[in-house]
């Protein structure tokens, strides 16, 4: 690593292993798991931005942003990822490691507080679905969205602020495929007791509390399904259902890997994997499988591109 006097300049990424048959395993995993979240989360975007009645329900507006995200997010670490495998070209500069730290916190802290505002959704159109077009009227979940960039970009300003200010003399080898805090901090050549509580009380806290008020919002839309039946319950139940999976999935990584300083585990890889590579590939798959709607639209579109292509 290039060291300019005694502050380094660059890190070096272990990766997930160091033995060649399972880098070849990763590389063909890591690409194919890619691939599939860019064309599975673009079909979303497409899908929601070309039908008039899916872009003004809300659940659907909130799903295209989503899946944005989760298209970004992959973008942050996946990339970089293969890059350590195909090029053996495992280090990092200082601010690339920054700016991953930065795009990985704004992205994953935005889809928390989206994922909380469908959350709020489904519990307005399940238990009030008379005010539903009302009170999720199209000013409201544009100011929600927005609100969701917001807290994300203030989330990750504050986690590169965390890291930016600590010296770095030695040794620069993080034991992961891509820069986050927790691995980055570590390094420092200095006491980071506060980094850690602040850390905690940040990220830990901030996945922690939004996964609470999520499973508490949920478990109300499924007392009150269960109280008061009528039509469409089977839909209902079967949306909940889907968000409280892709919620698990996001939510349990993050918790486990940011609500615990002064220590790390093997299983960390395995949650960083899950978080990052994974998660964005099943939310494409978790919310059109069984959503007859997204189906109906695909459906539709698919009729469209094949006349489109007929004609040229």
């Known amino acids: 690593a290039k060291i300019n006097k005694k502050y380094v300049m660059e890190f070096v990424l272990l990766g997930l292993s160091s033995y060649k048959e399972l880098q070849l395993f990763l590389i063909f995993m890591f690409s194919l ?3 599939v979240t860019i064309l599975g989360n673009l079909l979303i975007m497409v899908t929601v931005g070309a039908d008039v009645h899916l872009l003004q329900s ?3 507006y909130f799903l295209g942003h989503l899946s944005f995200i989760d298209l970004c997010l992959s973008c942050v670490t996946v990339p970089k990822a293969l890059e350590v495998y195909l090029q053996q070209d495992k280090t990092i500069s200082f601010s690339g490691c920054l700016a991953q730290i930065y795009f990985l916190h704004f992205l994953g802290a935005s889809e928390m507080f989206l994922l909380t505002v469908m959350a709020y959704d489904r519990y307005v159109a399940i238990c009030d679905p008379l005010h539903y077009l ?3 009227n199209r000013r409201l979940c544009l100011q929600l969205v927005l609100a969701c960039w917001c807290g994300g970009f ?3 300003v504050s986690q590169v602020i965390l890291v930016i200010q600590l010296p770095f003399c030695g040794p620069n080898e993080l034991d992961n495929f891509y820069c986050d805090v927790p691995q980055v901090i570590k390094l420092a050549c200095t006491d980071i007791f506060l980094v850690e509580v602040l850390m905690v009380s940040n990220s830990g806290l901030l996945s922690l509390t939004c996964f609470l008020v999520l499973l508490f919002s ?4 499924l007392i009150t399904l269960r109280n008061h039946l009528y039509q469409g319950q089977t839909k209902a139940f079967s949306t909940c259902a889907s968000h409280v999976t892709v919620v698990s999935l996001i939510f349990i990584p993050c918790v486990f890997i940011y609500l615990r300083p002064f ?4 299983m960390d890889k395995v949650f960083s994997v899950f978080y ?6 099943l939310n494409p798959f978790i919310y059109t499988l069984r959503n007859t709607d997204m189906k109906t639209a695909m459906m539709k579109l698919r009729k469209i591109s094949c006349f ?3 004609l040229s």
């Not at 949920?218 to 839309?221: F, G, R, S």
């Not at 220590?263 to 093997?266: K, T």
């Not at 990052?276 to 590939?281: F, K, L, R, S, Y």
């Open 33 to 35: 798991f890619y691939v």
């Open 58 to 60: 809300p659940m659907y």
């Open 134 to 136: 009302t009170i999720m």
């Open 154 to 156: 203030i989330h990750s």
């Open 218 to 221: 949920y478990a109300v839309i």
């Open 263 to 266: 220590c790390s585990f093997s």
């Open 276 to 281: 990052t590579v994974i998660t964005p590939m």
């Open 308 to 310: 489109f292509l007929l």
